[in-house]
């Protein structure tokens, strides 16, 4: 493809995306394919000729887009949202124009160096402490997810925690990225402790991690890592980081704080409490930009109070890659702060964010959906038919209907039947956890194209919904 064919395709790409985007409520939220149903529509072999781009274009229109759930669909309330935006994807786009392999400083100092300075820039606007910057001890770096960071921050801590038999603490609302890690790293699962949760706020017991590590000590184990939530997976639950930290520092233990969704809410000061005791005591910090700040997947950043365990970890040096930079110890090699060699050039999109919705606008985004939530929930609250879990500082809501007469069995079945139903209606996506033995319905207001209106027929179908199947299981 020549530049001037590419500028031509690339014309009616852009054009592409911003008809779908424009057109994005049109579609159902969830993908209304069965398995096997794409793949179906494809050809099962390669071209043996090259074919016009166009082709490829109507086969997107064709086999594509029925197979896709809308993540920026202003009714996609699922899980937790991934975020693009127009600037997010623009420095994506650049990104891949010039086509730059990160691995070394040498190998292109300018996607070395605005990492640096996007990572700083970013400790700034959540308020994280000055020890996380790079000009200090530690610093901070773009990974794939907050699950590969889990690995890094963990490979860290065994570094600094010496030889032994490691040990890993966690809760029950731990993501499982944490266990994933350990077994990954070769600590193993069964190394993987379980602190208790308050029953109430689902938030970590630091007395019950106190004994635990004692314990352990007592057995001659290595406590490595605790990883205390801020946000969590389930139902944004916030661990209570202070104590814990206390908890760590007594016993020389890692802290890794996991803010992975909630964490970016922290750019508006009235949300600051939510990272207590993260100065104090956290030895990394992860967040994902790719959640809820308008940053396209993948944008997860980590940062360490100190750099050196993890260089320390993962720096390997064979001689096809040594350079004068790297010998010189004026430069950050990012290929060290990570387990794979080769990386994207992803601070272009997280650049291209912060410049275009400046602090202010990334402020009103966050207070936009927090606004939105609390629309929301205040609907279930005044509502009879529902429960409503009062706990929803970060945009998620928890809620669960109410089946007057039914057992916990036939109360969970008929929750999933809802949104079983809601879902495949396609006017709407949401999900579901399990909290306090119960199954419950998760409302997660997180996109920029998400209105008040979105909010109130989103509501009203559930309300209509329930009153039918409520219906259906009276006849039964
Ligand atoms: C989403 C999430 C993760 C995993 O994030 P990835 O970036 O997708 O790996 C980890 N921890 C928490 C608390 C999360 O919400």
Known sequence: MTP????????????????????????????????????????????????????????LDRVVLPGITHWQHPSFFAYFPANASGPAMLGDLLSSGLGVQGML???????????????????????????FRTDERGGGVIQDSASGAAVVALLAARQRAGEGRHRVYVSSQTHSSLEKAARVTGIGAENVRVVDVDPGSLAMDPEHLDRLITEDLAWGFVPTLVCATIGTTSTTAVDPVPRIGEVCRDHGVWLHVDAAYAGVAAVCPEFRWCNDGVAEYADSYVTDPHKWLLTNFDCSVLWLGDRAPMVEALSILPEYLRNAASSSGEVIDYRDWQVPLGRRFRALKLWSVIRWYGAEGLRAHIRRCGDLADRFADLVAADPRFD????????????RPRWPGASQAESDAATTELMERLNDSGELYLSHTRARGHVVLRFAVGSPATEARHIDAAWQRIAAEYDAVMAERKDR
């Open 105 to 131: 400083w040498a190998t292109s100092p300018a996607c070395t160096e605005l990492e640096t300075v996007v990572v700083d820039w970013l400790a700034e606007l959540l308020d994280l402490p000055s020890r």
């Open 388 to 399: 409503l879990d009062p706990h929803h500082p970060f945009g998620l809501v928890c809620f």
């Open 4 to 59: 001037e064919q590419f500028r031509a395709h690339g014309r009616k790409v852009v054009d592409w995306i911003a008809d779908y985007l424009a057109s994005v409520e049109e579609h159902p939220v969830r993908a209304q394919v069965s398995p096997g149903e794409v793949r179906a529509a494809l050809p099962a072999h390669p071209p043996e000729h090259g074919e016009p781009f166009d082709a490829v274009l109507a086969d």
